[in-house]
């Protein structure tokens, strides 16, 4: 090992105040039909990325368990779920909606009351920067504002009552039923919460089963979703998928499954489900983004783009990007100066000032992506940056690979790490073809000055991706903006306002515009009769 990562983890002892964690949480609680249960069953540890040296070399620090439900836990608390949905009949599905609103302001308010545990959770946890674990919770709190706003914004826009060929009605969105949700451990707080609570506002419940890594970081928050919601309508369970997940699936009890995930694994658990035609998928699953850097790119930002792109929480983002298509007129001089950029950036752990490359919380990570770097070798492909692959127990120093090709799994698997490929191309169709033929269509990025050669490619590319980036990495927001995929990377479409609709359904009330119609309609919405028939205004 190279004196690069030598001392990486000797600071574990030496952690700021404001960074520390207790020393170790066994949390036995889960949320159940508005309680807070205890578990008396067996626990799985939760290990940090963070490494610690012991008599056997280095180790992950435990820093706590969790429960290990079983499919009888699982599902009471499915059946919590569906008492309080009462296919549709229930309070919170027949609540008013500003009335909703006022549970998830409630929870808003508590939950920030959290930002430091949860903050120090996802640095211990998932190896998140301080900085990007403040910016994931800040990020959080005000989507959930934002969301609030856009929901009253399609209430308003509902309100009114439309005339055609004789009939009048009012068409408004309602809930699907009971929803499970089950959110990835990159993001375990937003990606969670931005299908979480766009599923309650439109009054589903929930079940809510937590990511395989972040997990703890949910503890803190317990308490704000007991006491911000009725009993039954948000259900928090742990426990290994198999045993959990399986069952509520079977059941054929849930009505919306929300995963951010595998498409395996979503496709595995789609099958159980008895009714599967009934079953609405919100998907957000695998991603193999590629950059396509052309002859006339801006070098500098192209680098900079990509760098970001590659490496923001160590390419452990689906929307990262996790190949680079580099034209071979410019091959030297960006490989050069992408190379130079790499080996500023800083390793360390989340708390330390600048750093940029932290420990991988999956423990089997660092092994595969060797893996991966290995059979590029033997394929003729070379690790073109100092330290490049080097490996301290958890920690993995980003390698960047030149040059791949489709002998090489690097060319089609998602890495999900700090694995760079580099794909040199000459002629604009190879780079076409790379895109059609791929299994995945989340995002590409374009980079380039050529108007017509953009252009072009934007039109190849239009049918195959659901976002295409100008000169500029890959990314989710802003969270306006619609987050969708093709192919393999998606079933749905999430942002502020797309989330409100993906988890509802529309209905109408018409009738014909007689004066005994009108009439009745009158005196209903006067009388304030029906939560769905209403004029109100939510400010």
């Known amino acids: 090992m190279s004196s690069l990562l030598e001392n990486l983890f000797s600071s574990v002892n ?6 520390r964690i207790p020393e170790f ?47 009888h836990e699982s599902l009471a608390a499915l059946d919590a779920a569906v008492r309080a949905y009462d296919l549709g009949r229930g309070a919170w599905p027949t609540m008013r909606l500003a009335e909703r609103i ?45 969301t609030l706003s856009a929901l009253k914004e399609l209430d308003r826009n509902s309100a009114r009552f439309v005339q055609e060929q004789g009939i009048m009605g009012q068409v408004r969105r309602v809930p699907l039923g009971v929803a499970l949700c089950m959110g990835p451990y990159n993001y375990p707080l ?70 951010i995930g595998t498409n395996q694994g979503a496709s595995e658990l789609k099958k159980m489900h008895p009714k599967p035609h009934r079953l609405k998928a919100v998907l957000g699953l695998d991603a193999k983004n590629p950059a396509i850097i052309l002859p006339d790119a801006d070098l500098e930002n192209a680098v900079n783009e990509c760098i ?29 100066k992408f190379t130079a950029a790499v080996s500023k950036l800083k390793p360390g752990l989340p708390w330390e000032p600048g750093v940029s490359l932290t420990p991988l919380p999956e423990p089997s990570k660092p092994a595969y992506l060797k893996g991966l770097v290995d ?38 698997e998602e890495q999900f790490g700090p694995v760079i490929p580099i794909v040199p191309f000459e002629e604009d169709d190879e780079a076409i073809r790379y895109v059609v033929n791929s299994p995945f269509g989340q995002q590409l990025s374009l980079f380039g000055k050529d108007s017509k050669r953009i252009g072009h490619l934007i039109d190849a590319f239009a049918n195959q991706a659901g976002r295409i980036n100008l000169n500029t990495q890959c990314q989710r927001g802003p969270d306006t903006f619609p987050f969708s995929g093709r192919k393999d990377s998606a079933e749905g ?35 304030r009769d029906s939560a769905f028939l209403t004029t109100d205004y939510i400010f």
Request: charged share 20%.
């Open 308 to 336: 970001l792109g590659t490496l923001s929480f160590n390419g452990q983002r689906c929307t990262a990007l996790k190949v680079l298509l580099v034209h071979k007129q410019i091959l030297g001089p960006f490989l050069e």
């Open 375 to 412: 059979d590029a070798l033997r394929h003729g492909a070379q690790v073109i940056n100092p330290h490049g692959g080097e490996i301290l127990g958890s920690f993995f120093f980003p390698a960047i690979v030149s040059p791949v090709n489709e002998k090489m799994r690097l060319f089609y």
């Open 493 to 527: 479409t999430l942002s502020v306002s797309d989330a409100l609709r993906v988890f509802s359904i529309r209905t109408l009330v018409a009738t014909k515009t007689t004066a005994e119609n009108k009439a009745l309609v009158h005196n209903i919405l006067t009388h």
């Open 102 to 146: 006022e549970h998830v302001e409630r929870f808003i308010t508590r939950m920030q009351e959290q930002r430091q545990p949860v903050v120090n959770l996802l640095m211990w946890e998932i190896g998140k920067t301080q900085k990007d674990a403040e910016k994931e919770f800040d990020r959080t709190r005000d989507y959930l504002v934002e």
């Open 14 to 19: 030496a952690v700021p105040a404001s960074a």
């Open 190 to 259: 937003n990606e969670t919460f931005t299908t979480l609570f766009p599923a309650l506002l439109m009054g589903n419940t929930v079940v809510f089963k937590p990511a395989k890594f972040g997990v703890l970081l949910i503890r803190p928050l317990l308490e704000s979703f007991r006491d911000s919601f009725p009993p039954g309508v948000i259900n928090i369970i742990y426990g290994r998928g198999r045993e959990t997940v399986g069952a509520l699936m079977e059941s054929g009890k849930v009505d919306v499954f929300a995963f």
């Open 25 to 71: 949480t066994e949390q036995r609680e889960y949320l159940v039909d508005g309680k807070l249960l205890t578990w008396h069953g067996e626990l799985n540890p939760v290990r940090s990325p963070i490494c610690v040296r012991t008599d056997r070399g280095l180790e992950q620090k435990v820093i706590g368990s969790t429960p290990l439900l079983t499919s």
